[in-house]
């Protein structure tokens, strides 16, 4: 199967940016400005979340209208979603938590995915099931940058896109450690710039966003 992720990058969406925005879409019709804007900025994968009817339109605008970027789905929770979000032209997968019977689905959508996991015993799973990329949330409720610390020495293996209470003065924090390789977050899509459809602001906090990963230092 083609991969779903452009052939110039590297083979996962956890080495596309340092940041994947978090976006929560309202209006369909802001999906393509919005979309733009973070491209502009640097940050070609955008995870939308399924928290809104909104959504899924939102991710078939940006798939049919900007095709560099790399729209996903978040919020994943079910089967029938993951269907949905791959006919809706979503090219990768992300989900708060996991399942056997969402793994399942994920793995057969042919779509990069990332599973949720807050405690060694779920990444020890996850490990054992042949998944070594995974979204680890809540991020600074579960342990924070201590926690990960924790995990690379007995399980180097898994790499982490931390999720969940993490903003420009954290992140670099996370970046730094040789199990993250990006960070999700929302603070450089912020509500009011959204409603407001200042997208030039937008694209500035994307650009400054998109400059985190020489920030971290150590990151590899």
């Not at 019977?101 to 042919?110: D, H, I, K, N, Q």
């Not at 060694?120 to 995974?134: D, F, P, W």
């Not at 003065?169 to 009011?192: E, H, Q």
């Not at 959204?194 to 230092?217: C, N």
Request: proline share 9%; charged share 15%.
């Amino acid at each position: 199967m083609t991969s779903p992720l452009p052939s110039s990058s590297a083979a996962s969406v956890l080495d596309l940016a340092p940041v994947v925005p978090v976006v929560v879409v309202e209006d369909a019709a802001d999906a393509v400005p919005l979309a733009r804007a973070l491209v502009a900025g640097g940050l070609p994968a955008i995870e939308v979340t399924l928290r809104t009817p909104a959504a899924l339109d939102a991710i078939r605008e940006i798939s049919g209208s900007v095709p560099e970027a790399v729209v996903g789905a978040g919020t994943v929770i079910t089967p029938e979603q993951v269907t949905a979000c791959g006919e809706a032209g979503a090219r990768f997968l992300v989900s708060p938590g996991w399942t056997d019977a969402l793994l399942t689905a994920m793995r057969a959508s042919g779509l990069p995915f990332l599973p949720g996991v807050s405690t060694t015993s779920e990444v020890v799973a996850l490990l054992e099931r042949g998944v070594r990329e995974m979204k680890f949330f809540p991020a600074q409720a579960a342990g924070g940058t201590a926690y990960l610390r924790s995990l690379a020495g007995p399980l180097p293996q898994a790499r982490f896109c931390p999720t969940g209470g993490i903003g420009p003065d954290n992140a670099p924090d996370y970046l730094s450690l040789p199990n993250v390789r990006c960070v999700g977050g929302s603070w450089m899509v912020p509500a009011d710039a959204v409603a407001a459809r200042d997208w030039q602001r937008i694209e500035g906090l994307a650009r400054t966003a998109s400059l985190l990963r020489a920030a971290g230092g150590t990151c590899r």
